[in-house]
């Protein structure tokens, strides 16, 4: 069974650092690119960055670019996203999710992770 | 702000059918494959369709999705009560090297 399990959301100050997890298991990570997509409160999806298996590409959202970078570790099955100088407007649920191929759908989501932006 | 256009919601009785459009350009739907989610309340996304029309196993054929041109759409037939959510589209942007999502749209099953 494919399980996706995200993990580091919390609370943090504008101009701060986040570090969110997504671990893997039940399927060859290592064969699969994998993505972030952000839900802000009532609100909708926001595709924020993809990393393909091998990490040979990778891209951003122009919302996030130079703030957020993505990446993987497919020995230890998971993927992350490094969030710096965060500000009150990426305050969302964070989901990973698999892709079969790159820049394309995502077949399997995880449960996401709270991410506030507050003072 | 999103490039693809959803209707904010639609309705129908149990056991009726609804259709969501999804408007497009040719950077986006014209030109790649659509996916449609579905969102229940409180939980995260699930693919419902891929590829414009294939359905993921599990997915009943209740569901069903087209594309013509840059505008997509999504078909659900015997509304249940079960089905009420957001329901998204999806597709890569060539030009924006950038994967995009509709703005949603609530169906309520009335």
């Given at each position: 069974?494919?399980?996706?399990?995200?993990?580091?959301?919390?609370?943090?100050?504008?101009?701060?650092?986040?570090?969110?997890?997504?671990?893997?298991?039940?399927?060859?990570?290592?064969?699969?690119?994998?993505?972030?997509?952000?839900?802000?409160?009532?609100?909708?999806?926001?595709?924020?960055?993809?990393?393909?298996?091998?990490?040979?590409?990778?891209?951003?959202?122009?919302?996030?670019?130079?703030?957020?970078?993505?990446?993987?570790?497919?020995?230890?099955?998971?993927?992350?996203?490094?969030?710096?100088?965060?500000?009150?407007?990426?305050?969302?649920?964070?989901?990973?999710?698999?892709?079969?191929?790159?820049?394309?759908?995502?077949?399997?989501?995880?449960?996401?992770?709270?991410?506030?932006?507050?003072? | 702000?999103?490039?693809?256009?959803?209707?904010?919601?639609?309705?129908?009785?149990?056991?009726?059918?609804?259709?969501?459009?999804?408007?497009?350009?040719?950077?986006?739907?014209?030109?790649?494959?659509?996916?449609?989610?579905?969102?229940?309340?409180?939980?995260?996304?699930?693919?419902?369709?891929?590829?414009?029309?294939?359905?993921?196993?599990?997915?009943?054929?209740?569901?069903?999705?087209?594309?013509?041109?840059?505008?997509?759409?999504?078909?659900?037939?015997?509304?249940?009560?079960g089905d009420e959510a957001d329901y998204y589209c999806g597709t890569w942007d060539s030009s924006l090297s950038a994967y995009v999502f509709g703005t949603g749209t609530k169906v309520t099953v009335l």
């Amino acid at each position: 069974e494919v399980q996706l399990v995200e993990s580091g959301g919390g609370l943090v100050k504008p101009g701060g650092s986040l570090r969110l997890s997504c671990a893997a298991s039940g399927f060859t990570f290592s064969s699969y690119s994998m993505n972030w997509v952000r839900q802000a409160p009532g609100k909708g999806l926001e595709w924020v960055s993809s990393i393909s298996s091998s990490s040979s590409y990778i891209y951003y959202a122009d919302s996030v670019k130079g703030r957020f970078t993505i990446s993987r570790d497919n020995a230890k099955n998971s993927l992350y996203l490094q969030m710096n100088s965060l500000r009150a407007e990426d305050t969302a649920v964070y989901y990973c999710a698999r892709s079969s191929c790159f820049s394309c759908y995502g077949e399997y989501w995880g449960q996401g992770t709270l991410v506030i932006v507050s003072s | 702000q999103s490039v693809l256009t959803q209707p904010p919601s639609v309705s129908a009785a149990p056991g009726q059918k609804v259709t969501i459009s999804c408007s497009g350009s040719s950077s986006n739907i014209g030109n790649n494959y659509v996916a449609w989610y579905q969102q229940l309340p409180g939980t995260a996304p699930k693919l419902l369709i891929y590829d414009n029309n294939k359905r993921p196993s599990g997915i009943p054929d209740r569901f069903s999705g087209s594309k013509s041109g840059t505008s997509a759409t999504l078909g659900i037939t015997g509304l249940q009560t079960g089905d009420e959510a957001d329901y998204y589209c999806g597709t890569w942007d060539s030009s924006l090297s950038a994967y995009v999502f509709g703005t949603g749209t609530k169906v309520t099953v009335l």
